[in-house]
């Protein structure tokens, strides 16, 4: 079974710039999600979809940041412009349902670097 | 959101079983207790998931008393792959659950 896809693997930018992030989740799954983690610390989650809506996206920037999943498979983060304490890796995982006591599947990441 | 804590280095070396604590004092009842692994550049990687009492997979073993607001994943005999990050999560749904610092696990030969 093939895993949680994510590309870019890395990116650097500058301050102001815009960037974004693909993922594809393991086939089937209905829940997909999006962690930011800076150096040190645990993962935070930014934003998770069912299918193709937005469950819980109370700790997401909107100021800029943004995230799809039009098709209910695939999925973009944006960040537009970005700031130097965006500099952090950016995680996507997917799990069947959101139920109770379900298991999330964590991509590689995209570690992004803003100069 | 039940606040977890856990120690955030331990040392260990090859064949050793290891035991991390975790304290959830406000744990609620239909909150799960799970443990996720990672690895440098990788993603978090589940290890094992537990409501009470014990459970055992392939991988670990994890203890919850009755009272449920500690647990402790064991690793039985480490190897220097098991040297990782470990976090411990309590909720009842994904977004319930916060990830802390994790505990940083070293293995030495």
């Known amino acids: 079974e093939a895993g949680v896809a994510q590309s870019p693997r890395y990116k650097i930018i500058e301050k102001r710039q815009s960037v974004a992030f693909w993922c594809n989740p393991i086939?089937?799954?209905?829940?997909l999600y999006w962690y930011q983690q800076i150096l040190g610390q645990g993962p935070k989650l930014l934003i998770q979809?069912?299918?193709?809506?937005?469950?819980?996206d109370s700790q997401l920037p909107k100021d800029r940041f943004s995230a799809e999943r039009l098709k209910g498979v695939d999925s973009t983060l944006k960040i537009q412009p970005a700031k130097l304490e965006d500099s952090a890796v950016y995680l996507c995982?997917?799990?069947?349902?959101?139920?109770?006591?379900?298991?999330?599947?964590f991509g590689p990441g995209t570690r992004l670097l803003v100069l | 959101l039940a606040k977890t804590t856990q120690p955030i280095s331990m040392d260990s070396y090859e064949g050793q079983e290891v035991n991390i604590t975790c304290s959830h004092n406000?744990?609620?009842?239909?909150?799960?207790i799970t443990w996720y692994q990672q690895f440098p550049s990788q993603g978090p990687r589940f290890i094992i998931q537990g409501y009470k009492t014990k459970v055992t997979n392939e991988v670990a073993s994890l203890f919850i008393p009755a009272d449920r607001k500690s647990s402790t994943l064991s690793l039985p005999r480490v190897s220097l792959s098991d040297t990782a990050v470990y976090y411990c999560?309590?909720?009842?749904?994904?977004?319930?659950?916060?990830f802390g610092a994790g505990t940083r696990l070293t293995v030495k030969p």
């Open positions: 999560l309590v909720g009842e749904v994904v977004n319930d659950m916060r």
């Open positions: 086939s089937g799954h209905a829940t």
């Open positions: 979809f069912q299918n193709n809506g937005v469950v819980d």
């Open positions: 995982a997917s799990s069947f349902l959101a139920g109770v006591g379900e298991t999330q599947y």
């Open positions: 406000n744990i609620a009842t239909n909150d799960y």
